[in-house]
């Protein structure tokens, strides 16, 4: 394994494309955070985007069907599970929980019924996400390899945290937004309906937790498998914590993720066991959660809820 600028390149290229749909929900939950969602049912959400996205691509062979189906599955299933959490007062865990244990069966089952397939779901018919063209670059051997294989949809969600920044720390709809996680009830004094921007925070992350599950389903690869999402949204709740629900800090905390995930690719069967390698991300996503809670502590903060 030769470390030269080539090999860097492809590293921090798989990076970029592994960290993405981390990135996406997180963002979603980020928004979950500003409005004192405790909102566990991303990987459930992400899973349905996953699933729905590869059903409208496999019927319709459309790319924007198969990102609208995917996106509309998720928000539906986190509109529910958002009429639970503020409606209904319903334990926050137990409604997140629940969503996941619920689609990870759904998916499971629907894959059987509309494909007739166990465990993994491919067909020749199926259509990728478009990748951007970076033929331009092409004399530049490091960039080229740097930016090649992205889709839009990688470099949209770097762009829409941006965007997020913006729009909860420079309008007032944002400052709305956040004064629902410092005081609900002072919010609602002065006009602030805060179970609608609530809800709307949780349907929110369901739309982009449902293009973070088109992008696993239909970026890299293009299949379903089942639990495709394997944990990556509650490591997205993690970046979500880690950068203290701030778009930017999300970016950071999600790109660390996304390492974590390449270095694991990278080192499989090379040093140590396969299995071991697998749970890299896992045990990442753990100690940099007790590193930030100690700081935290250490500061006289309060622990990070995820």
Known sequence: ?????????????????????????????????????????????MLTGAFFAIVANY????????????????????????IFMVKFKG???????????LMLGATTFL??????VKGAFVHKDLVSLPKVNVEFLKGTKFFYTLFGSLTYLDY???????????????????????SIGINKEAANSIGVDGDKIQIGAIVFSGLLSGLGGALLSMGAVTMFVQNITSGRGFMAMAAGSLGSAHPIGVVFASTFFGLAQTLS???DNQFLSSELMIA????????ALA????????KGGKITNI
């Open 156 to 178: 949209f969600a770097v762009i829409l945290a941006i965007i997020l920044y913006f729009y909860m720390f420079k309008t007032v709809s944002g400052f709305r937004l956040r």
């Open 59 to 82: 019927y319709t062979g459309s790319v924007l069907i198969s990102l609208l189906a995917a996106m509309g599955s998720a928000m539906f299933v986190s509109w529910i599970a958002g």
């Open 280 to 287: 890299t991300p896992y045990v990442a996503t753990i100690v």
């Open 1 to 45: 394994m030769a470390l030269d600028i080539e090999f860097i390149a492809h590293i921090l290229n798989s990076t970029f494309r592994l960290m993405t749909p981390i990135l996406l929900v997180a963002l979603g939950s980020a928004v979950c955070n500003r409005v004192f969602i405790f909102n566990i049912g991303l990987e459930g959400m």
């Open 265 to 267: 690719n990278v080192l």
């Open 91 to 101: 334990a926050m865990l137990v409604v997140g929980i629940s969503v996941n244990v």
């Open 111 to 116: 894959m059987q019924l509309f494909f007739g």
């Open 291 to 298: 590193i930030f809670n100690y700081s935290k502590i250490k």
